[in-house]
């Protein structure tokens, strides 16, 4: 993860690179818990030439051995059944990864086909890098649609509302989040009740 931030020249990602720092130097055990969508990793067969795809396999040989979570409940409301069957993370940098910042969260979320990650905002900007799969992402409550595709980077600024769903297969994506409270639970434009 730090080589693919340090090697890459989009300059939104660049701005993450300082929370890679020494990293490696802070590590903690944190266990391993799976949850039922980090099986559709199974499917995948990661491009083996990009820096991405040797990520993804990384992610994928080492799936088991990972803490998977959630954010949000059935309790909050803010998010359907169908996310919450379909999504998970495993942070890799963070005030509770396995390696420790309070600069960089940083982690690998994994989402299953057709599920909506409705719109949402917090303090922190974040970088969505895709490593497997594709979606449709809105950024800005009144900006259009823009379709983004495995190897294809999503900037989000500060407090931006933003959205995205899942197509008919397994959507992978590294995320970066600095700046703010590193372990904010989103803002939600709607409750679901
Ligand atoms: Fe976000």
């Excluded at 090697?7 to 799976?34: L, Q, S, T, Y």
């Excluded at 397994?170 to 709607?190: A, N, T």
Aim: charge should be negative; glycine fraction near 8%; aromatic fraction near 14%.
């Amino acid at each position: 993860m730090k080589n693919m931030v340090a090697e890459c020249e989009n300059p939104h990602v660049r701005k993450f690179e300082g929370g890679f720092k020494g990293i490696e130097r802070c590590w903690r055990d944190v266990g391993a818990r799976m949850l039922p969508v980090v099986h559709s990793l199974n499917e995948i067969s990661p491009d083996p030439q990009s820096l991405a795809g040797k990520l993804l396999s990384q992610f994928i040989a080492y799936r088991e051995s990972l803490f998977w979570e959630q954010t949000y409940s059935k309790a909050d409301h803010v998010v359907g059944d169908a996310l919450l069957s379909g999504y998970a993370f495993s942070e890799i940098t963070g005030q509770l990864g396995p390696f420790i910042s309070n600069q960089l969260r940083s982690g690998v979320g994994v989402w299953g086909a057709n599920v909506e990650y409705p719109m949402h905002w917090h303090d922190a900007e974040e970088i969505y890098w895709i490593l497997f799969g594709s979606a449709w992402f809105q950024i800005g409550r009144d900006q259009p649609k823009s379709f983004k595709k495995s190897g294809e980077i999503v900037f989000v600024s500060s407090s931006v509302p933003h959205f995205f769903e899942t197509r008919d297969e397994p959507l992978v994506m590294l995320y970066l989040w600095q700046g703010g409270d590193l372990r904010q639970v989103s803002e939600f434009e709607r409750k679901i009740s």
